[in-house]
Nanobody, 128 residues
Framework: QVQLVESGGGLVQTGGSLRLSCEASGLTFSQYIMAWFRQAPEKEREFVAFLRGSGANEDYADSVKGRFTISRDNAKNTVYLQMNSLKHEDTAIYYC?????????????????????WGQGTQVTVSS
């Protein structure tokens, strides 16, 4: 059974940094696309970033490009999200998600409904 466990959330001031981690178990990690989504209060869950199993191809939401970096360590079954220059509007619960790397389509992996495996989420709060 697949399990995803996030950590690293917390309270940070505007302009600060945080690094989220998500450790996966119960899957062949290198064969999965790993992604981060987030959900702010009273808003729908939105895509943040994804990274293919090889670590070679990544994609980001426009709102985080240049500030966030997704990376993975396949030896540790862990995906990371380095978040720099944080803004108040980055406040949300951040979720790690996993999907088998079946399709090459970028658009497919932007949609949360295409990820069958999810972590429990970690709260990130950016104070203004």
């Amino acid at each position: 059974q697949v399990q995803l466990v996030e950590s690293g959330g917390g309270l940070v001031q505007t302009g600060g940094s945080l690094r989220l981690s998500c450790e996966a178990s119960g899957l062949t990690f290198s064969q999965y696309i790993m992604a981060w989504f987030r959900q702010a209060p009273e808003k729908e869950r939105e895509f943040v970033a994804f990274l293919r199993g090889s670590g070679a191809n990544e994609d980001y939401a426009d709102s985080v490009k240049g500030r966030f970096t997704i990376s993975r360590d396949n030896a540790k079954n862990t995906v990371y999200l380095q978040m720099n220059s944080l803004k108040h509007e980055d406040t949300a619960i951040y979720y790690c998600a996993a999907a088998e790397s079946i399709f090459y389509s970028r658009d497919y992996y932007l949609r949360d409904r295409n990820y069958p495996h999810w972590g429990q989420g970690t709260q990130v709060t950016v104070s203004s």
